[in-house]
């Protein structure tokens, strides 16, 4: 009987299951959005949800903590980026949205991510801040109007 034995074993042995859980959390803090099966996903939610609690304290203490649990890289972004964004939510920190079966084993694979997400900026085309949108449409700096006369002078040009 497994008595007062918690976690899933997840067809591995302990130190193997430890090097997985801790990758797959590592993983996460990283890239913010993981693949994986329904299972791990489970398995690593409450380990995750410990670390954004004591990675908003943001104290010497906190830090040290989270040093033992995970790389200095992931321990910054952590910190800096991910538990800033969790201080009015006492918990719930992630999501699990199903993405249907794995072909080789019929798995349940899920997409594992934040519940509060960065707003992804454009780097390439950084709006203009100093003229409203009726005047870029004047001027024909929006797409349709540029474009219509590009093809313009492409036909005088060509008569």
């Not at 489970?42 to 040093?67: H, S």
């Not at 798995?107 to 203009?128: G, S």
């Not at 540029?146 to 008569?159: H, V």
Request: no cysteine; glycine share 6%; net charge positive.
């Amino acid at each position: 009987m497994r008595k007062q034995n918690k976690g899933r074993k997840l067809g591995r042995g302990k130190s193997q299951r430890k090097a997985l859980l801790k990758s797959l959390v590592s993983s996460l803090f990283l890239h913010e959005r993981i693949k994986t099966t329904e299972d791990k996903a489970k398995a690593i939610k409450a380990d995750v949800d410990k670390i954004i609690t004591i990675a908003k304290k943001g104290e010497v203490k906190a830090r040290n903590l989270l040093q033992s649990k995970l790389p200095k890289r992931e321990v910054e972004k952590v910190i800096l980026e991910i538990a800033p964004r969790f201080n009015g939510r006492q918990g719930g920190y992630t999501r699990n949205i199903r993405i249907g079966r794995r072909f080789s084993d019929n798995a349940q694979m899920v997409l594992m991510e934040w519940t509060e997400q960065n707003q992804i900026k454009n780097e390439k085309f950084p709006p203009k801040a100093d003229q409203p949108l009726a005047e870029k449409i004047k001027n024909g700096e929006d797409g349709k109007t540029a474009n219509a006369k590009a093809q313009k002078r492409l036909k005088t040009q060509k008569e």
